[in-house]
């Protein structure tokens, strides 16, 4: 154990990580969206979202409080047009603002899973945290609607989050008759996965968790 003055603390590399803010504002502005998304990990901060698909906002409103991450959203789209440019601009802008707070992510554990149940449904997500991104989904056909939300969009979403932040994520939907259920589950588990990959390894302290020495 290395010596400390007894006026001195030791600061290991991992508590300067854990002291680090894993933050990122991201801004997106096109012909279809106006998009201003601030992101912050492992904060009790409440989370403020607008995205004009009240299903949507929902959906992430859940995935922040089982993410443990903050998110200021507000997106203004052509939803007069589609939802589907709104939803998958969401995604790339989270996606973009996950893959600036990890930075290096210098001491994470990298991967994370969660199995979550919600009522009738049960969804599986897996994710690596890998710097590559890759998406698959295995589960019922998400062709229908609820209410005015399109089904489909939800994968959009998770593609679009997934290629943006440089990630793998594999979501397997086991069973489930809801609607609503099934996509919360969804939600759900990726969000716990994320929290899982993102958490710092005690037994890791300032390594980069790849034997390339790069994740970024």
């Known amino acids: 154990m290395p010596f400390a003055h007894p006026h001195c603390s030791v600061v290991t590399a991992q508590q300067k990580l854990s002291a680090m803010e894993r933050k990122a504002i991201i801004t997106r502005r096109t012909s279809e969206t106006d ?21 949507f906002d929902h959906m992430l409103s859940s995935m922040a409080r089982h993410g443990h991450f903050a998110l200021d959203l507000q997106c203004t789209g052509d939803t007069e047009v589609d939802d589907h440019h709104t939803v998958e601009d969401v995604g790339i802008c989270l996606g973009k ?5 990890l930075g290096e992510k210098v001491g994470i554990l990298r991967f994370g899973d969660a199995l979550i149940p919600m009522d009738d449904a ?43 932040a440089e990630f793998n994520l594999h979501i397997i939907v086991h069973h489930g008759q809801n609607r609503h259920h099934i996509h919360e589950s969804i939600f759900k588990s990726v969000a716990i996965a994320l929290r899982k990959a993102w958490a710092f390894d005690e037994s890791r302290e300032g390594e980069i968790p790849s034997t390339k020495g790069t994740i970024s």
């Open 97 to 101: 603002a996950i893959h600036k707070a």
């Open 35 to 55: 998009i201003k998304l601030s992101f912050a990990i492992d904060t009790s901060q409440p989370s403020r979202i607008f995205t004009g698909i009240p299903f």
């Open 122 to 164: 049960l969804a599986h997500s897996a994710v690596d945290l890998s710097g590559r991104a890759y998406f698959c989904y295995r589960g019922p056909e998400l062709t229908g609607r609820i209410g005015n939300y399109s089904e489909e969009l939800t994968l959009e979403f998770l593609r679009a989050l997934s290629t943006n």
